[in-house]
């Protein structure tokens, strides 16, 4: 499931903080009544869609001591089923990895795609220039047409795209937070200058899972083979095991798995893997 209000509309929090300070103490701050709420730059999230980031609506300073929240709204107390939260027996979902692009083109005028060489599941980590006001689009793939575009029509009805407004004209570095996706190509309008091969990074999200063993034979399909495994797990492997993480099908299954799809033949790249799910 994706979309707006699938887990309801009323945003909640429930949290507790540990403050360690300098002479050894500790303190926890429970989330209560005496919390102040404000709305931020994450205008929409899904973790499909995409993230939209308006920086217009940043508080600078929020997370520093001594800042003054008079014109943030008390929060709204909500009934809780704090008895039912467990500890998360899974490993966290850390950056394994990160993959720089082996090649930058401009398959239409003003539109920039990004090789990363390897289909991943994760985000981008760019750097953007643009004018305050202007919004950049950020939008992913697994393989290219033909003609050297994006090719989206396996994504179905996910939109899979990230936004971002300046807030001010300048240069930034922005990675997306509050999304994921399954991709190998990254497309990139808007921005006023269009980001060099450098300036774009593959940060590949997994769940920490330790490698329990390795192999490699002397033949070079059989390692690629073993390697689409290896990348496909890891790619359904984001705290919640998932079917197909770039589209919009895909169900929770088992926190372990002996087999993967075969590879896609009309994306390899030798070393490389191909998309799964």
Not at 23 to 42: A, E, F, K, L, N
Not at 74 to 87: K, N, Q
Request: proline share 9%; charged share 15%.
């Amino acid at each position: 499931m994706w979309g707006p209000g699938v887990y309801g509309n009323q945003l909640s929090l429930l949290a507790r903080l540990r403050v360690d300070y300098t002479d050894g103490t500790s303190q926890w701050v429970d989330t209560g009544d005496d919390w102040t709420t404000h709305s931020g730059p994450y205008a929409a999230a899904d973790n499909i869609d995409g993230e939209t980031f308006d920086a217009r609506q940043a508080q600078p300073g929020w997370d520093q001591p001594g800042y003054d929240d008079s014109g943030w709204a008390a929060a709204v107390v909500r009934p809780s089923a704090t008895d039912l939260v467990v500890p998360q027996p899974d490993e966290p979902v850390r950056t394994t990895e990160e993959l720089d692009v082996v090649e930058r083109t401009e398959p239409t005028p003003g539109t920039f795609v990004y090789d990363l060489g390897q289909n991943m599941v994760g985000v981008a980590r760019m750097v953007l220039t643009g004018q305050a006001g202007t919004t950049v689009n950020v939008r992913y793939g697994e393989v290219l047409n033909p003609d050297g575009t994006l090719y989206t029509a396996n994504l179905r009805a996910a939109k899979v795209t990230d936004y971002y407004t300046f807030g001010a004209a300048g240069t930034i570095t922005y990675e997306p937070a509050l999304t994921q996706h399954g991709f190998r190509y990254v497309e990139i309008t808007g921005a006023s200058t269009p980001p060099m091969a450098g300036d774009v990074t593959g940060v590949v999200w997994g769940s920490d899972l330790p490698a329990t063993g390795h192999l490699e034979t002397s033949s070079s399909m059989l390692n690629q083979l073993l390697s689409n495994i290896s990348w496909g797990q890891r790619g359904n492997f984001v705290s919640i095991p998932t079917d197909t993480p770039p589209a919009t099908s895909g169900s929770a299954g088992p926190a372990t798995s002996t087999s993967s799809p075969p590879p896609r033949a009309t994306c390899a790249t030798p070393g490389r893997s191909c998309p799964s799910g």
